[in-house]
């Protein structure tokens, strides 16, 4: 991992987020979803619940072009990972990713309660007209920063909003945090700045690209 400062180019400000978007960070059971809703440039709302049916009516009440989410929309057909989590962590981006099991091998273990409750939004998200993407707040963070981030994963990522102007005092968790990353994926989609891993029986990993930060510089 590289741990020189990040790029001065990133300092420079970024134009506002002018699509009306959303990002939900997926937890466990007890944990549930957070969301935070992102539209003009300006951190609207965030909201909280573990049921997810109350997200998604949340979320349709904001009208969002797009919603971004960080769990798994699909699960591994051969057990070690999804072929969206190989490209990403070893052809091309070479950002560490969480490794997806099989459906089955995920009931052995409670660790993977958070992915459960992913599938349970994803479902829900269904019954309505929307269709979220996935996406991956650490990924977004190492593109905003040119992969020259510094610090704790959580350091870099809260370097990475501000980079982008997102306010960080009002995203007192950990949780926010990473659903405001997500929001940027959703933002990034209006102009189809955004490339995609991973196949249809799997799910797609989307994360924006160098294009969609040099449209907002």
């Not at 987020?17 to 979803?33: E, H, L, Q, S, T």
């Not at 609207?44 to 904001?62: D, G, K, R, S, Y």
Request: hydrophobic letters at 35%.
């Amino acid at each position: 991992m590289h741990t020189s400062k990040p790029s001065p180019r990133l300092l420079r400000p970024f134009k506002p987020i002018m699509a009306n978007v959303v990002g939900i960070d997926v937890g466990g059971f007890r944990k549930g979803y957070h969301a935070v809703h992102l539209s003009s440039g300006n951190l609207e709302a965030t909201f909280q619940h573990t049921n997810p049916t109350t997200i998604c009516t949340w979320v349709q009440t904001l009208n969002p072009v797009a919603v971004a989410i960080d769990a798994p929309c699909g699960w591994s057909q051969d057990g070690g990972s999804r072929e969206a989590e190989r490209i990403l962590e070893y052809q091309q981006t070479r950002i560490p990713c969480f490794c997806t099991p099989t459906r089955d091998r995920a009931k052995q273990s409670s660790f993977y309660d958070w992915v459960f409750n992913g599938e349970k939004l994803y479902n829900a998200f269904r019954e309505t007209e929307m269709e979220p993407i996935e996406t991956y707040p650490h990924g977004i963070a190492q593109i905003i920063l040119d992969f020259n981030g510094e610090g704790s994963k959580q350091e870099q990522r809260l370097h990475a909003l501000k980079a982008v102007g997102i306010p960080t005092h009002t995203l007192p968790s950990p949780d926010l945090i990473d659903a405001a990353l997500c929001a940027l994926t959703a933002d990034a989609t209006r102009t189809y700045s955004t490339i995609s891993f991973g196949n249809p029986t799997e799910g797609h990993l989307v994360l924006p690209t160098e294009k969609y930060l040099s449209q907002r510089r």
